[in-house]
């Protein structure tokens, strides 16, 4: 009751971990809970998610209802699970790093937009960017092993969850792998990118290991031309840059598959 409108969500999130409640109930989307993560990670303040935002991946990844009933159900019955997150330098994500284009709409994309569109919001955007988007060659080395890969493509992901704007990766990814999936939407071509992401929305889910995913936990990707990095929904940093799991980083209150 002492926290005001006028607080930001860092003097907020400082606040709480100075109290150490049991639970955080965090309402809203993606970057909300990607915001909420970073401060949580090494403590055992559980998480209570009530999903409202636009494609609420992180969400789908644990299963959680998207209507408010359910996921207050979630939070009332079920045990906190440990939860991997990505990790790119100091900082946290939850779903995915995108690099490239992705980056590129995440910048653009207002909320004004996503109000009026949900979801399409991004494709509007990204048909604009990639009319004056270069592609880029990329190198990604596992560092675990000596796989080292490269490619020409517009858009990267790096994942760390199960979806990636509101559709499913992969049929068997998960949270508490201690894994990242990582894969390119199309060639250098725009038309290769324009049909590669038709048949990712449209298309159906294969398992990682038989697709054409690199699956690592300790990957570097460099390129030819620096190329922005977003952390769900956010521009962070720039190519190149080390993506790494952080195993069982935060407790969230989910149920867990079988």
Same mark, same amino acid.
């Given at each position: ?78 045990? #906190?699970?440990?939860?991997? $997150? ?6 946290? @994500?939850?779903?995915?790093? %995108?690099?490239? +284009? !992705? ?66 990766? #992969?049929?068997?990814?998960? $949270? ?6 990582? @894969?390119?939407?199309?060639? %250098?071509?725009? +038309? !290769? ?66």
């Amino acid at each position: 009751n002492e926290i005001t409108k006028s607080v930001s969500i860092n003097e907020v999130l400082s606040q709480v971990k100075r109290r150490k409640p049991k639970l955080l109930i965090v309402t809203g989307g993606d970057g909300t809970i990607s915001d909420v993560v970073d401060h949580l990670v090494g403590t055992k303040i559980e998480i209570g998610l009530i999903p409202i935002g636009t494609t609420n991946n992180f969400a789908r990844s644990l299963n959680i209802p998207m209507d408010i009933t359910g996921a207050v159900s979630i939070i009332s019955n079920q045990f #906190a699970e440990p939860v991997d $997150l990505g990790k790119v330098k100091n900082e946290y @994500f939850t779903n995915v790093a %995108g690099i490239g +284009l !992705s980056a590129l709409v995440a910048s653009s994309v207002t909320n004004d937009l996503k109000l009026r569109w949900g979801r399409f919001a991004y494709a509007l955007v990204a048909a604009k960017e990639l009319i004056k988007h270069k592609p880029f060659r990329a190198s990604i080395e596992d560092k675990d092993s000596e796989l080292k890969i490269h490619l020409k493509t517009h858009l990267l992901i790096v994942a760390n969850g199960r979806y990636h704007a509101g559709k499913e990766i #992969a049929k068997n990814a998960k $949270l508490d792998n201690n894994q990242l999936i990582i @894969f390119a939407l199309g060639s %250098g071509s725009r +038309l !290769s990118l324009i049909w590669h992401m038709a048949r990712f929305y449209l298309g159906n889910r294969q398992k990682a290991e038989y697709s054409s995913y690199l699956v690592g936990n300790n990957i570097k990707i460099s390129t030819n031309t620096r190329q922005p990095i977003e952390l769900d929904g956010e521009v962070r940093y720039s190519t190149p840059s080390n993506f790494e799991v952080a195993p069982s980083a935060v407790y969230v209150r989910y149920k867990k598959s079988t």
